[in-house]
Each structure stands twice: as C-alpha cells, then as structure tokens.
C-alpha cells in the first residue's frame, strides 16, 4: 500500500495482538465485548470505523481448553474470524487473519509442508477450526490472507497475561533446577513474536491465500533446546519425552517468493537475546 493504511487490530490484549498494538501505536482496537460475541456489533463497528487493513490476532489457542468448549473453540476460532471477512469484504478492506501449524498435525511424512498440500484431518479441535476457518474466510473474502504461525515466543510483559512460550518455559526449568522437557522424534519452527509483527507490513499487499509464515527449522525439539540454551549462556539438560509422531515443520517459500523473510529458529533466539541484552 503506498499510503499509510487505517488498522484495527482484533485481540489487541493477546500475545501477538498487544505487540501489533506497539508496531502499530495509531491502530484502532477492537472491544474485547464485541470479540466475544460476534455478529452485528462487531460488524457495525468495522463500519463504523471503515479501516483499510483488518489484523485479527484473536483466537483461543489453547490446546486444552478447545478440547474440553469446543463451542467456545469454534465461536472463537471459526465464526469470529468469518464475522471479520463478512466485515472487511463489505467495506473493501484487507483482513490478515492468524492460522496455525498445527493444521499439519494429521501429517505423517517427515516434512517440511507446503501450503498446497491436501492435508489429513487434524489431531485436535483447536486444529479442526483453524483449518475451517481458512476455508470459510477466503469463501467470504477471497483476498484474505491467512497466516499459519508457528510456535512464537518472547520475554514476558509487564502489565499483560504471560503464557508459557518455548523461552519462557525452558528458562524457567534451568533456573528451578529442572531438566528441559521436549518431544522426542519432533521437528517445528519456533519464532520470535517480535519479528511476526515486524514482518506484518509486507502482508497488507499479498495475494488473498494461505501462507506460512514463520521461522523454518530442521532440527529436531531436543537441537532446538539445547540451541536455546547455548545461545542464552545456560546449562541445563534437555530430556525428550515419549510422544507420538508430530511433526510441524514448515516450508516458507510461498511468502519468501514476495519477499517475507524470517530468521531460522536459532537466529530468532540470537535475535530475541541481542533484543534483551542477554549476550
């Protein structure tokens, strides 16, 4: 876009949503009320404020709790994301909408996975309804673009809910004395949130589809830890646990080919440290 665009960012509170809200300091953000029940109020008032790019950070992304409200998981995960495409089609606006690796979850090949494979069905709910969500939005609104992130991390914030992320829970082991527990036979991107934000600018002019979007990594959970830690001065020891196969290793190309282009896995932690001062 070669004007600078009006945003609004949905879940402007969560993890990805509060970041975007610093990248982006005059974008508007959506009430948390409206995002909980989406129909006609959200959609008044995206009309209302008529943005050019719609960021939709929202989601319920824990595993666990989609498992046991899976209600909850598709108002959240599907219709919240299909009210925002029904939205931004009527108003001409871009809708950039986060989907998730673990789409690939019924995946058995080793991988990395493209976006045009036809995949399995998914292993969880959470899963299930991202993948809908994929397909209904761009029924919708065919210039959306979907966004299947990977595992992202960074420091905690002051003043925010802070889950664990991959940094957080493997230095918190190290510090209580704990041994790094990670799947044994597994391979995944794991990113640093600050560079998905940073990299978001470029999204605003890709051609409505899916993408991955993240940092690719081959090497295996056990590497990765013990990267982490090599790259944040820390012993510790890292012990694979029993799981089954899951693989979610990404294949990039689609949006390097427009230019989109992410560190490695280990970069993103160099990165992250460099960030906080940590080496």
Known sequence: ??????????????????????????????????????GRALQAFVRAYQPD??????????????????????????????????????????????????????????GPYREDQILPEPTNQYARHKLEAE??????HPSA??????????MPLYGHANRGNFLVNTVRAVMQGKPVCVPSCQYRGITYVRQVVSLIDPVFDLPGGVYNYGSENALTMKETANALLKVLGLEGQVQETAAKRHNLWMDCKAIKEHGIFFDTT????????????LR
């Open 1 to 38: 876009m070669e004007t600078t665009p009006r945003i609004m960012v949905a879940g402007a509170h969560g993890f990805v949503g509060c970041r975007a809200m610093e990248h982006f300091p005059s974008a508007i953000a959506v009430d948390s009320a409206l995002l909980r029940n989406p």
């Open 53 to 110: 790019v719609i960021l939709n950070a929202a989601a319920i992304s824990d595993i666990g709790v989609c498992e046991k409200d899976p209600e909850g998981s598709y108002l959240a995960n599907v219709v919240l994301p299909m009210t925002l495409a029904a939205a931004a089609e009527e108003i001409g606006a871009k809708l950039i909408s986060f989907s998730s690796d673990q789409v690939y979850t019924g995946c058995t090949a080793d």
């Open 135 to 140: 397909q209904r939005v761009l029924d919708i």
């Open 145 to 154: 673009v979907l966004l299947r992130a990977t595992w992202m991390y960074d």
């Open 266 to 277: 280990v970069e993103g932690f160099q990165r992250c440290a460099a960030d906080y001062g």
